[in-house]
């Protein structure tokens, strides 16, 4: 890790360990929901009647339950391909948890990390100005001893 990305991430302190953990929460909290079926399961289309979706898998009936007791003729089911019976009708409340488990966490890791990057920035930048508060800082050292040898014989001829 020491080469380009530990650069970068070096002297960002406890953001890369914060977001690190907001990650870890992320994958612990999308595992863990039904919704996660949307994003890895296998997609079938069924029928709705009266709230519930019949669908076919390998030439079965399984059905599953859907917000709303509408009828439609297409309805995008998701399902674990072990496990049929566990399957979740596609709906816009149920899409939306599922992003707001994944891009919340994923959000706030960034923000973390940019806030922990920047701070890094903000104190390398006060350090070089309590560097530079003196006169000749950030000079060569040979180049200011010179300027002021030559300060103080002018200042002599002058007397």
Known sequence: ??????????????????????SLLFLALDFQSPQIVLWTGQRAVGTEQNGLVTFYWKHHAYTATTP????????????????????VAESLPDRLTAVALFGVPVLAGVAVLTIGLTRKRRWARRMNREKASGFGAGLDEDFVARRLQERRDSQQDRR
């Not at 890790?1 to 907001?22: E, H, N, Y």
């Not at 709303?68 to 399957?87: E, Q, R």
């Open 68 to 87: 709303g007791s509408g009828s439609a003729k297409a309805v995008s089911v998701y399902f674990p391909p072990g496990n049929p019976d566990a399957a």
């Open 1 to 22: 890790m020491r080469g380009r990305l530990g650069k970068v991430l070096d002297g960002a302190g406890w953001s890369v360990g914060l977001a690190a953990a907001l």
